[in-house]
């Protein structure tokens, strides 16, 4: 007998089916050892004797474990015969409580270092660690100490155990908890997933609608797999009254990403986005915005889109408020998106809605007509409300504003197309409708309230039309053009009306351009009349500077520019902060009426100017 | 003592850096997952085209259909029997056919086909016309949800479907989803329907679509069905088009798809089987296993006919070239043209020229090869 084997029989793995064709196709082996016999290519009975061993005392092959099934064992030439278990039981009670006192619950899997399982095997939740033929798969409701049903656990001391020690070594930080995830919990993603405990679920949702927040989020913490959206409607509800945003943004982003996006629900996002709004929390109001847009990952990838209308809800609700609270920007763009989407009508079209879903009810025929649409009665009454509106909106404008409006307040037809002229990027309608409910009253019941309708759409009106902006701006101060002087690099040559007079020129033909740093000072350059000294003669003129104003302000100018600028005298001996001079001045022009010790000093500035003007020719 | 060696640096030298390595800033790996996106949406997604008034108003009946991403329980033949209830109602066509995609839709997500071909013909057939075309195409939804409908229930109405959504029909094959190409291909294969599977491989080619992602249960499905010669040879060009790690998956996925396949009711298809672990075969780098290859080869250069000294290399050639012809090592009809240049006769001249010397006599034998000894 010259073979010697540890195992008299084999068997292989693959299925007879994929084998009679695939070995025709010659498969690389390892180089240095062709042929390999592992844990799977042995027979059941021998897998079954190597598995009771390499497990020190608990493993069955030790005869002593309790799990052996021999009936004597040979101790130093003494046999030993096994104590059968009935007999052991009269003095040693049996207190073995079955299976599942081998398996912790999922809540203890991290302070089990991942471990839902205590048999004396580490068992990984891995599809390689434990595999034999197919991959492995911990069966949570049958382990048993021997552990020889499908064979999972680690094995220290077995055929083929190394590189799974290896492996299981090396595992990564969530290795365990991940597995179980991904392959116990939701193997399929959020259309597979399973929703039992619905009692749990249940259990929640009832906590949270009643308020009670921490109970319900203590009870979510003992749920294992996906919950369905309800939960999350709920659990986001019941932040709203307090304003709790820290809560429902985690609650939101704890059903996100991690649970296939259940959370991301036109509900839940409205709840957010109420929440927002209670705790006054602009960036937020904005970031529910974000999130519900969504990029395309989660709406085309994931196809977790948002419905169009909640898009629509969540956005009025950040919208109104942002307009109540003036944040122009913001609402800009709220209502842009609106307008962009076509959805600035969407309340319209859910009141038709309404009445074709009764139509088809009731067996009429149903269709979707722009008549229809402005037929509404909500339309009517904006329509109604224009007139008065306009007259808000004139007043309004009157208030603060000194230039003349078009003075066709007396008409009723023209109001609507004179506000829309008016704020032309704006559609005046839809911000009308919008403005009409102030949480749940609505602002066109009664007299007193529609007073603050027509004031509450006036500010809206100004706050989202761009084109109004731009045109109601204060009239702000002219900056002088100016040149550099030879004398000084922070004293610059500047444009006064008196140099038009005399050269026709406009100043960027004279050279002159805007400049103005922290320090500059702007002057009326002027040079002594040359006299028959010998001064005069033979040393260099010194250039009269007279100080004038940065900016000229044509709102404080009558009609024409006949009058003089608008400029100070400023002579560094008569003090003041020389660092803020110049603006400074240049708003105090604007604000102070100047007096009359200004306009002599700068009708001497003028004179000297005019006389003292050197003549090159 | 490694570290320290000359080979490597010491610590009494300065402790810099020596070169900046950019290895992930010059030519980045595309992200790749060995395992499946568990996030992404599985099913055929189809769009509702509805402007808001409608939703509002068919609320309760669209409530039943698959909007979101959960696929409701209502029996098809219910969403059917509403659709029918209503439409009458509804004055627009535009309506009516988007909410035939959506039941179409819920068809296929619960693969089922009773009733949708049947609302298509009654509703949008005449309009656009698979049989009789007409000049109008239908919007894009419509077109996923019925034809996921055929392919998820196995109807072999798919295919006349299919070809009217081709460039010169319909031209909507461009947008196909994965996921319904993966239906499609599932639903020929399991049909037999060798030209139909032909036709889509093609046509997935000519659009560009994602093969690399397709299901490869699916796409194998689909190549069992392959038996005729012209489409097997077209079949071996196709699988150049994949990659190399998905022409791996595949044989991966065939192995277990064939011990599955009693069980599905598939054919057994041994040549397509064969050529798909061939063809992953030759798409791995090969490892060398030497044992494996040269198991029973025997040495063929000891030969038996013995060559004096002063033999010439084109002899020696033609001899072992007749003997490797005779063991099959080379072909037949092998002809040899090298020209050799035989440098040892050179070097057997100034022997002769040094007949002073006395030089041991070259012997060649056939055990020992070659010895200086006599």
């Known amino acids: 007998m010259s073979v010697i084997s540890v195992f008299a029989k084999g068997r292989g793995h693959a299925h007879e089916k994929v084998t009679n064709v695939g070995r025709y196709i010659p498969r690389a082996r390892t180089p240095f050892q062709p042929s390999t016999f592992g844990r799977k290519n042995l027979t059941k009975e021998d897998l079954a004797q190597v598995w009771g061993r390499g497990r020190y005392r608990t493993g069955y092959a030790n005869a002593n474990s309790g799990y052996s099934t021999e009936k004597s064992k040979v101790m130093d030439d003494n046999t030993v015969t096994m104590i059968p278990k009935h007999e052991l039981e009269k003095y040693m009670p049996d207190i073995s409580l079955g299976p599942k006192s081998l398996v912790t619950p999922i809540s203890l899997m991290s302070a089990r270092n991942g471990h839902r399982v205590t048999h004396d095997m580490i068992h990984s939740y891995d599809a390689h660690i434990g595999a034999l033929e197919k991959p492995a798969v911990v069966d949570h409701n049958n382990i048993i100490a021997q552990d020889n049903i499908n064979f999972v656990g680690l094995n220290a001391a077995t055929l083929d155990c190394r590189g799974r020690i290896y492996r299981w070594l090396r595992r990564g930080p969530f290795f365990q908890e991940d597995q179980y995830f991904r392959r116990y919990v939701a193997p399929g993603g959020l259309e597979k997933a399973p929703t039992q405990e619905v009692s749990l679920f249940k259990r929640v949702v009832r906590l949270a609608g009643k308020g009670r927040l921490k109970g319900a989020c203590e009870e979510y913490r003992k749920i294992t797999t996906v919950p369905p959206v309800e939960v999350y409607r709920a659990l986001t509800a019941a932040c709203i009254p307090h304003g709790n945003l820290g809560d429902a943004i985690s609650v939101f982003e704890d059903g996100n990403a991690k649970l296939f996006y259940v959370a991301r629900d036109g509900e839940v996002l409205h709840n957010l986005m109420s929440t927002a709004v209670t705790a006054k929390n602009r960036p937020r109001v904005m970031w529910v915005f974000n999130v519900m847009r969504g990029r395309y990952h989660e709406n085309k990838f994931i196809r977790a889109e948002i419905d169009p209308l909640w898009q629509y809800r969540i956005t009025v609700r950040g919208l109104t408020w942002l307009l109540d609270n003036g944040c122009a920007e913001e609402a800009r763009v709220l209502y842009a998106f609106l307008e962009e989407n076509k959805m600035l009508d969407n309340d319209l079209q859910v009141r038709l809605g309404q009445q074709m879903k009764d139509a088809l009810a009731a067996g009429k025929p149903i269709s979707l007509t722009a008549q229809g649409l402005s037929d509404l009665a909500v339309m009517k009454a904006v329509r109604a409300l224009a007139a008065n509106l306009r007259s808000a909106v004139q007043e309004s404008q009157e208030s603060f504003e000194t230039a003349l409006h078009e003075s066709n307040s007396g008409r009723d037809d023209g109001a609507l197309e004179w506000l829309q002229q008016k704020f032309g990027d704006v559609d005046v309608l839809a911000v009308m409708r919008l403005a009409r409910y102030r949480g749940r009253r609505d602002l066109f019941a009664k007299p007193e309230d529609q007073e603050l309708f027509f004031t509450r759409c006036t500010e809206w009106l100004y706050l989202l039309s761009e084109r109004q902006a731009q045109s109601e701006g204060k009239p702000l101060t002219y900056m002088r053009k100016s040149k550099p002087s030879a004398v000084n690099e922070n004293v610059r040559i500047a444009w006064v009306p008196e140099l038009q007079k005399k050269t026709r020129l406009l100043p960027s033909e004279m050279g002159m351009g805007f400049s103005y740093k922290n320090g500059t000072r702007f002057v009326h350059e002027t040079f002594p009349a040359a006299g028959a000294t010998l001064a005069s003669k033979f040393l260099a003129l010194q250039p009269i500077q007279t100080e004038v104003t940065a900016a000229v302000d044509f709102s404080r100018l009558s009609g024409s520019i006949v009058s003089p600028p608008v400029s100070r005298l400023i002579h560094p001996s008569a003090g003041g902060a020389s660092e803020t001079r110049t603006l400074a001045v240049a708003t105090a022009a604007v604000t102070a009426p100047a007096t009359e010790g200004d306009n002599e000093v700068n009708s001497l500035a003028d004179k000297n100017a005019v006389s003292m003007e050197p003549t090159f020719e | ?374």
């Open chain 2, 1 to 374: 003592m490694i570290q320290y060696s000359n080979y490597h640096w010491h610590y009494n030298f300065p402790q810099g850096m020596e070169a900046p390595r950019r290895v992930n800033r010059f030519k980045e790996a595309p992200f790749t997952r060995l395992k499946t996106n568990t996030h992404r949406y599985q099913g055929v997604w189809v769009d509702l085209e509805m402007a808001t008034a409608y939703r509002v108003a068919l609320a309760p009946q669209l409530e039943k259909l698959a909007l979101g991403r959960q696929v409701p329980s209502t029996p098809l033949a219910e969403a059917v029997a509403d659709f029918e209830k209503y439409a009458p109602l509804l004055e627009e066509s535009k309506v009516k056919e988007a909410w035939i995609a959506k039941v179409a839709q819920l068809g296929g997500l619960q693969r089922s086909s009773e009733g949708v071909q049947q609302l298509w013909n009654q509703h949008l057939e005449g309009q656009y016309g698979v049989t009789a075309a007409a000049a109008a195409s239908p919007s894009l939804p419509v077109v996923l949800g019925v034809l996921f409908s055929y392919a998820a229930s196995g109807n072999a109405e798919w295919k006349p479907f299919f070809q009217r959504c081709l460039k010169s029909g319909w031209n909507m094959t461009p947008h196909f989803p994965v996921s319904l190409w993966n239906e499609l291909l599932q639903a020929s294969g399991m049909l037999g329907d060798e030209l139909g599977v032909i036709l889509l491989l093609e046509e997935m080619l000519d659009v560009h679509a994602d093969i690399e992602h397709l299901d490869s249960m699916c796409f194998l499905k689909a190549l069992n069905a392959v038996e005729g010669q012209e489409s097997y040879n077209y079949v071996k060009k196709y699988l150049f088009h994949v990659s190399e790690a998905k022409a791996k998956q595949l044989s991966r996925a065939y192995t277990t798809l064939r011990k599955q396949s009693e069980s599905i009711g598939l054919k057994d298809n041994d040549k397509m089987f064969y050529h798909v672990l061939w063809h992953n075969s030759i798409r791995q780098p090969q490892s060398f296993s030497p044992r494996q290859q040269y198991f029973d080869y025997t040495p063929s250069a000891n030969l038996n006919v013995a060559h004096n000294s002063n033999a010439k290399i084109e002899t020696i050639l033609k001899d072992k070239i007749e003997r490797w012809k005779a063991e099959g090592v080379v072909p037949a009809d092998y002809e040899h043209t090298d020209k050799v240049y035989d440098k040892s006769a050179a070097y057997k001249n100034i022997i002769r020229k040094e007949k002073w010397k006395k030089w041991p006599k070259i012997v060649k034998d056939a055990r020992h090869g070659y010895t200086g000894d006599p």
